[in-house]
């Protein structure tokens, strides 16, 4: 079992609509999540970062902890089509310096 | 806003030969890492660098590969005898405390 999951997508979705992205988890001991946004030949962007369970809201994002279900999410309201990338999941769990890392959701919105 | 550097942007090399891949951190910035990311497909970590030492890596990272901080300040990487599959986006990451950040990255290509 891979210790972070992530559905590749391509995921598309029209201008304005509500995105979700998610991720599930098997370490329990994860403690401090992560979103980034990768566009294509560049590197990640950090979006989000969650420490613990709850959620987090930061402009048209909110990012979303569910430690009992070991699953996050990442909600993107009034999409636009410069949000078109991809959106990658990371975790570290707390005294380790390893990151573990999603594969990734493509997200295209169309105008 | 403080960034991460890395040069070049862009390295080509010929089978066998070593290279060097550079990397500037965030100032106060105390983890180092490395991570690998062949042309659509996932961010592979590589290896966390912290006070000196590599702290972890990963089964990508063999003997071919090392890292080093030379004058305190550039955080490198060094292939020693580059293979065709070595051909790649290569990421620096620093952090001072809960989240990294990302370089721009080098794109390595192995004729």
């Known amino acids: 079992q891979k210790e972070v999951e992530q559905d590749p997508g391509p995921l598309s979705v029209p201008e304005g609509a509500i995105v979700s992205l998610n991720c599930t988890y098997s370490n329990s001991a994860f403690q401090y999540f992560m979103w980034y946004r990768q566009y294509s030949r560049k590197g990640p962007e950090l979006l989000m970062y969650t420490y613990s369970s709850g959620n987090k809201e930061d402009g048209r994002f909110t990012a979303q902890v569910d430690k009992s279900s070991k699953y996050i999410s990442l909600f993107i309201r009034d999409s636009q089509p410069s949000d078109s990338a991809t959106y990658l999941c990371a975790m570290r769990p707390y005294n380790f310096n390893k990151f573990y890392f999603g594969s990734g959701t493509k997200l295209n919105v169309k105008p | 806003e403080p960034e991460v550097t890395q040069t070049p942007s862009h390295q080509v090399t010929q089978m066998g030969q070593e290279v060097i891949l550079r990397c500037v951190p965030i100032?106060?910035?105390?983890?180092f890492y490395w991570y690998r990311q062949i042309l659509g497909q996932k961010v592979e970590f590589l290896v966390s660098?912290?006070?000196?030492?590599?702290?972890?890596k990963s089964e990508i990272f063999d003997d071919q590969f090392s890292v080093e901080r030379p004058d305190g300040s550039n955080f490198t990487l060094k292939i020693r005898s580059t293979k065709l599959e070595d051909s790649a986006m290569y990421f620096c990451a620093t952090r001072r405390t809960d989240t990294q950040y990302f370089g721009p990255g080098t794109r390595l290509t192995v004729l």
């Open positions: 660098f912290y006070n000196n030492e590599i702290s972890e």
């Open positions: 100032s106060n910035h105390l983890y």
